[in-house]
C-alpha cells in the first residue's frame, strides 16, 4: 500500500507540532509490512488572501493518484483530490476561525463582491455559506479572478469578514463528503470546534504520540517549559506564577523556545533571580530539561493538543494545565496525572509550590502520567487512519440528491459478493513483528484477492473494534476479560512462560464478548477456520459448523520444549490438537513434516482426513525483497564504517528462538573478530545473560530498520534446534540475498540443501559453520545466495502459496 502524507511548508519554515506528527506517521508507516510512505510538502505562503488562493489551488492540482491513500492534517493540503483521502485534523487557519478577532464584524457585504465582478452564484455561496453548492474549480476561479482585478481593495483585509469567509468556504468544500473518505482529529478540541468539520459527520479523535527520542524520567532540579514564544501561549502566565510561588534559584525556571513575543516576556521577568531563557534548543537539550524537570507547567489558551504536555509525561513529569487550555487537559487527570488550575498566576503558583514541596508526590503523579502516555502508540494510531471505516467519495450532495429524486436513473451495477473466510486467533494481527503474524498478514492478505477475511481476535483490555487489514481483509479485536486476565497471570505463573493461547483454550466462557463475536461470524461465514487450535473451544462453546484447521506448528511438540517438566499442561495441548484436527473438514500445515507428524499422532494409515491435508508453507512478498547487489553491500558498509563481518539473528521472544539465542552467544566467544547482532523480543529475555563484548541487541526495531541491517550484515543465522513449523527468518534471510548458516533443524520443511542454499552447521559447534561460511571465495558465496533466492521464488512467494491454499477452500465450499 503506497500512502502520501501530504502538508504544507511554511514560509518562512519552523518546526513545530506538526511537523512532529508527520515526520513520525510517515516513520510509523514506512515501519509496517506492505506499506510505503512519503510526506510529500509544497511551500506554502498565507501573508495575504492572494497567496492563500495560489495554495489552496497548487494543492487542488497535484496528481497523486499513484498513491492508494493520501492523509493531509492542515490546510490548504486537503484541498488535493483523491478517491481515498484521509483528513486527520490538527487545525484549521485558526486566525479566521475560533481565533478570529471578536471585535472585527463576520458579516459579508454582497454588493463590494459584486463590484470586483464575482458572479452571483459565487457570492451567494460566500455570505450564506454554501458548500454545496458551488464546486472546488469555480469557486476558486472566479476568487482568483476578483482577487486580480484589484489586489488593493478593502475588501481582501487580512484578517477580515471577506477573507473569513473566503477561506472558510473554500474548505468547506474541499472537505465536503464526497471529496473525503474519513474524517479524524487530533483531539476532542478539535473536533468540537465550530466549522472544522461539515456537519452531521462522524469524526474520531485520536491522540498522537511524540516523535522526539530518548525521553525518560531523570532528577527533579527545576521548573520546566518549553514552547513557540507566541501571546497565545501564555507564557507571562508562567513568569508570574513563578514569581508568585515565592520559589527562587534553588528551583529554579527554564524557559525553552523563541518567538515574537521573547522581548516582551524577558522585559516580564525582568530581573527575578531564578528565570532563565534557554533560547532554541536542540531536541538532545531538550529531552535533558524535560528529565531534570520537577513539574512542567503548560497553560496555552485553547491549544490544539499540545505535544510539550505528552513529551512531559513520557519523561515522568506532572503538567501544570489551565482549565481553559484545551487539548492538554484531555491528556491529564487532575490530581493524578497532573494538575489543572484556574487561569491565573496565583493558582499557577500554588501549584508550582505544591509540587516542589512534595516531590515524592510529584514523582509519583509523575510515574501515572508516563503509564498514561505510554499507551499512546504510532502503530495504533497507523491503525486508525488506514483500517477507518469508508466514506463513499463520489458525487457532490447535489448530484446525490438529483439522482436520488430521478427514478429512471440506472441501477449501480456491483460485482458479486465475494466468499466470506471467518478466521479465529488468541492474538491481533498488528503491528506485525514476529513470524505468526507475518504469516497471518502475508497469507491472508493475498487469500483476500478471492475471499473476504474477517478475523475474530482477542487482544488487550484497552484494544476494541474493527480495523481494515488490507483490501477485503478485516480484524475484529475483541478485549480479553479481567477474569481472563487473572486466569493468564495464574498460568504463566504456574509455567514460567506466557500462556495467554492456553488460557483461551482453557476458559473461553472467561470473554463472553469473544463468545459473542465468535457466533456472529460463524453464523455468515462460508469457511470457518481455527488458525492455531486455540480457539475451537470458543468456536464449539457457539457453534457446530464445519471448520478448517491452520496448523502453524505441531503444537504438542513445541509446547512441550515449553512447558518442560508441567506434562498435564502438556496433555491439555494434546488433547486440544487431537480434536482440532480429528473433526476439522480441511488440516492444512507449514511444512509436509509437519503434516505427517500430526498424522503420526493423531491419525492412522487407513483416516482419509490426511488425505486431504495440505501443506500451505511459510513465505515472503519476493517482488518487495530486493536481492543485495555485492556494490551496494560494499558502498552501504562503507559509509556505515562497518569493518567486521556482522552475523545477525533475528527472533522473537519464543521459546526455540530463547535455546536459538544461547547457541548464538557460545557462537561469539569462539569468533571474537566477527561482530554478533540480535534483533527481536528476544533480546529482551537474554540481554542478562553472560556474554563477550562482540554481541549486541537492537531489540524490536521496525521494517525499516530490519531491512538496514539485512542490507549490511554478512550472514543470516538460524540455529534453531528445537521447536516446530517453519521458520520464516530463513526465507527472509534468502530473499534479501543474505549467505545463511543453519542447523539442519532449522530447514525443516524448507528444500534447502547443505553447500547448495545454506551451509550446515551443528548446535554444539555452529562457530565452525560461521567460520566455513566467512572463508568461501566471494564467487561460491554469491552462488549459494543466488540459488537460495531462486528457492524462494518458486516456492516461497505469498502470492503462489496463497493460491494454492484458495484452490482448497474452494473445493471446501462446493
Request: glycine share 8%; proline share 6%; hydrophobic share 45%.
Amino acid at each position: 500500500m503506497k500512502i502520501c502524507v501530504i502538508a504544507p511548508s511554511p514560509v518562512p519554515f519552523v518546526i513545530g507540532g506538526a511537523e512532529n506528527l508527520w515526520w513520525g506517521l510517515v516513520e510509523a508507516l514506512n515501519a509496517r509490512p506492505g506499506v510505503l510512505a512519503e510526506l510529500v510538502k509544497l511551500p506554502s505562503h498565507e501573508r495575504n488572501l492572494g497567496e492563500l488562493l495560489s495554495s489552496y489551488r497548487r494543492f487542488s492540482e497535484l496528481d497523486l493518484s499513484h498513491f492508494d491513500m493520501v492523509i493531509s492534517t492542515k490546510y490548504p493540503a486537503w484541498a488535493v483530490r483523491h478517491p481515498n483521502h484521509v483528513v486527520y485534523l490538527q487545525h484549521t487557519l485558526r486566525g479566521l476561525y475560533d481565533c478570529y478577532p471578536q471585535d472585527m464584524p463576520t458579516q459579508v457585504d454582497p454588493e463590494a463582491l459584486r463590484v470586483l465582478g464575482m458572479p452571483s452564484r459565487i457570492v451567494e455561496a460566500l455570505t450564506n455559506y454554501r458548500a454545496d453548492d458551488v464546486e472546488f474549480d469555480e469557486l476558486i476561479d472566479a476568487l482568483d479572478a476578483a482577487f486580480r482585478r484589484d489586489p488593493a481593495s478593502p475588501c481582501w483585509a487580512f484578517p477580515g469578514p471577506v477573507t473569513r469567509a473566503v477561506i472558510r468556504l473554500l474548505d468547506a468544500v474541499t472537505m465536503r463528503t464526497d471529496r473525503i473518505a474519513h474524517y479524524a482529529a487530533i483531539s476532542d478540541v478539535v473536533a468540537a470546534r465550530d466549522g472544522y468539520f461539515p456537519k452531521n459527520v462522524s469524526v474520531a479523535v485520536h491522540h498522537h504520540p511524540t516523535g522526539l527520542k530518548g525521553l525518560g524520567a531523570g532528577p527533579q532540579e527545576t521548573i520546566f517549559s518549553a514552547s513557540r514564544l507566541d501571546p497565545a501561549k501564555r507564557i507571562d502566565l508562567i513568569i508570574e506564577g513563578y514569581k508568585a510561588s515565592g520559589l527562587g534559584p534553588d528551583v529554579p525556571l527554564h524557559i525553552a523556545g523563541g518567538g515574537t513575543d521573547e522581548a516582551r516576556l524577558r522585559a516580564a521577568a525582568g530581573n527575578y533571580p531564578g528565570i532563565h531563557f534557554l533560547g532554541r534548543v536542540p531536541e538532545a537539550q531538550l529531552v535533558k530539561e524535560y528529565a531534570r524537570a520537577i513539574c512542567v507547567p503548560f497553560v496555552p489558551r485553547d491549544e490544539d493538543y499540545g505535544l510539550i504536555t505528552l513529551e512531559a509525561m513520557l519523561c515522568a513529569k506532572p503538567v501544570i494545565a489551565t482549565n481553559d487550555s484545551g487539548g492538554p487537559t484531555e491528556l491529564l487527570e487532575d490530581g493524578r496525572t497532573g494538575l489543572i488550575v484556574p487561569t491565573n498566576a496565583t493558582a499557577i503558583g500554588k501549584a508550582m509550590r505544591r509540587l516542589c514541596d512534595d516531590r515524592a508526590a510529584a514523582a509519583e503523579m509523575g510515574r501515572l502520567a508516563q503509564e498514561r502516555a505510554r499507551q499512546l502508540d504510532w502503530n495504533a494510531l497507523c491503525d486508525a487512519l488506514i483500517l477507518a471505516p469508508r466514506n463513499s467519495p463520489g458525487a457532490s450532495a447535489a448530484q446525490r440528491a438529483k439522482a436520488s429524486s430521478n427514478p429512471a436513473a440506472p441501477a449501480v451495477v456491483t460485482e458479486p459478493a465475494k466468499p466470506l473466510i471467518g478466521v479465529l486467533n488468541t492474538y491481533p494481527i498488528a503491528p506485525v513483528v514476529s513470524g505468526g503474524k507475518l504469516r497471518l498478514f502475508g497469507l491472508y492478505s493475498r487469500l483476500a484477492d478471492q475471499f473476504d477475511v474477517h478475523f475474530v481476535n482477542l487482544s488487550g483490555r484497552h484494544d476494541a473494534g474493527m480495523r481494515r487489514i488490507a483490501a477485503g481483509f478485516t480484524e475484529e479485536l475483541v478485549p480479553q476479560s479481567e477474569a481472563f486476565e487473572r486466569e493468564a497471570l495464574h498460568l504463566r505463573d504456574m509455567l514460567g512462560a506466557s500462556a495467554e493461547d492456553l488460557t483461551a483454550a482453557l476458559y473461553p466462557a472467561s470473554v463472553p464478548r469473544w463468545l459473542e463475536a465468535i457466533d456472529a461470524l460463524a453464523r455468515r461465514s462460508d469457511v470457518m477456520v481455527c488458525s492455531h487450535p486455540y480457539a475451537l473451544p470458543a468456536l464449539r462453546e457457539v457453534s457446530s459448523c464445519p471448520y478448517v484447521y491452520e496448523a502453524h506448528n505441531v503444537e504438542a511438540d513445541l509446547k512441550a520444549d515449553i512447558y518442560g517438566q508441567h506434562q498435564w499442561a502438556i496433555d491439555r495441548v494434546l488433547e486440544l490438537e487431537r480434536r482440532a484436527v480429528r473433526e476439522a473438514a480441511l488440516v492444512s500445515a507449514c511444512s509436509k513434516q509437519d503434516l505427517e507428524r500430526l498424522r503420526a499422532l493423531y491419525g492412522d494409515e487407513n483416516d482419509a482426513r490426511f488425505g486431504r491435508g495440505i501443506v500451505v508453507a511459510n513465505g515472503i512478498d519476493v517482488d518487495n525483497t530486493p536481492y543485495r547487489e555485492a556494490q551496494r553491500v560494499a558502498r552501504r558498509r562503507r559509509e556505515l564504517g562497518v569493518t567486521q563481518p556482522i552475523a545477525l539473528f533475528m527472533g522473537s521472544a519464543h521459546g526455540p528462538n530463547i535455546d536459538a539465542a544461547r547457541v548464538v552467544i557460545e557462537a561469539a566467544a569462539q569468533l571474537p573478530d566477527v561482530h554478533f547482532l540480535l534483533l527481536g523480543s528476544v533480546c529482551g529475555e537474554v540481554r542478562h545473560w553472560e556474554r563477550t563484548a562482540n554481541v549486541g541487541f537492537a531489540d524490536v526495531v521496525s521494517d525499516a530498520e530490519k531491512a538496514a541491517w539485512l542490507d549490511v550484515c554478512d550472514i543470516g543465522l538460524n540455529p534453531v534446534v528445537s521447536g516446530s513449523g517453519t521458520n520464516l527468518k530463513l526465507i527472509e534471510y534468502a530473499a534479501a540475498g543474505v549467505p545463511v548458516v543453519s542447523t539442519e533443524f532449522g530447514v525443516r520443511g524448507i528444500g534447502f540443501e547443505n553447500g547448495q542454499q545454506y551451509v550446515r552447521a551443528t548446535g554444539e559447534d555452529f562457530a565452525l559453520g560461521i567460520r566455513t561460511m566467512l572463508d568461501l571465495a566471494p564467487y561460491e558465496r554469491e552462488a549459494l545466495k543466488r540459488r537460495a533466492r531462486s528457492w524462494v521464488e518458486e516456492n516461497g512467494d505469498w502470492q503462489s502459496i496463497a493460491r494454492v491454499y484458495a484452490q482448497s477452500l474452494t473445493q471446501l465450499l462446493v
